[in-house]
């Protein structure tokens, strides 16, 4: 059983690319520190995408919302939060909608 996390300090971040100012990627965590290691320390993905394009000093990661902006109750809630921005759906009748699809 892997341990309980604590979706109400949940984290939204982007990996942003500093030449071309581009998001490539945005995603949530309840602990960035540890998320950051786990990117940098991983061999595919989004780490393998960094190293192939010019390593981690042309990308940086970035605090996009938190908590208590950010509060929610479980993960399918973490990922409707992180989809509603993706999308840039900032009315919270929509979001409804979006975790029909994803919830």
Not at 43 to 50: A, C, E, S
Not at 59 to 71: D, G, K, Q, V
Not at 81 to 103: C, H, M, T
């Amino acid at each position: 059983m892997g341990r309980v996390r604590n979706y109400n300090k949940t984290i939204l971040y982007r990996i942003v690319d500093k030449r071309y100012n581009i998001t490539i990627y945005l995603g949530h965590t309840t602990n960035l520190y540890e998320k950051k290691k786990h990117i940098k320390r991983n061999k595919y993905g989004i780490n393998n995408f960094v190293l192939d394009n010019g390593g981690w000093n042309n990308y940086e990661i970035l605090y996009l919302e938190c908590y208590p902006n950010c509060s929610c109750k479980d993960h399918a809630e973490a990922i409707v939060f992180r989809r509603s921005k993706e999308l840039g759906i900032p009315d919270e009748d929509n979001l409804e909608k979006i975790y029909k699809v994803y919830g």
